[in-house]
């Protein structure tokens, strides 16, 4: 048995990068912001390091300071959707890092 949350478990348990891209996009963002450091732990044990950086925009998006209509920086926003189209390209296998 482990100490990991079920759903924390899932990476951990992840065998290619592209089931490791499907539960970033498919696991909430508040379990993402709250395990910021397990995940990051465990996709930089995996070397996942497109994963790193998607991880590291959202939480950089999620905690930036807003504007008066609510968003984000263009910059911030920006970043956040290059990763996350990174992401979901390694997610289809379009795509391994690295290659």
Do not use: C, N
């Not at 079920?6 to 990068?17: G, Q, Y």
């Not at 590291?56 to 911030?76: C, H, K, N, Q």
Request: net charge negative.
């Amino acid at each position: 048995m482990t100490h990991l949350l079920p759903i924390i478990e899932e990476l951990a348990d992840a065998t290619d990068h592209a089931t490791r891209a499907r539960w970033l996009l498919e696991t909430p963002l508040a379990v993402l912001i709250r395990d910021q450091v397990t995940v990051a732990r465990l996709l930089s044990a995996a070397a996942f390091h497109e994963g790193l950086a998607y991880l590291a925009a959202e939480i950089s998006a999620l905690s930036a300071t807003r504007g008066p209509d609510g968003l984000a920086a263009f910059s911030v926003r920006m970043t956040r959707e290059h990763a996350r189209i990174g992401i979901q390209i390694i997610a289809r296998g379009g795509a391994e890092e690295g290659k």
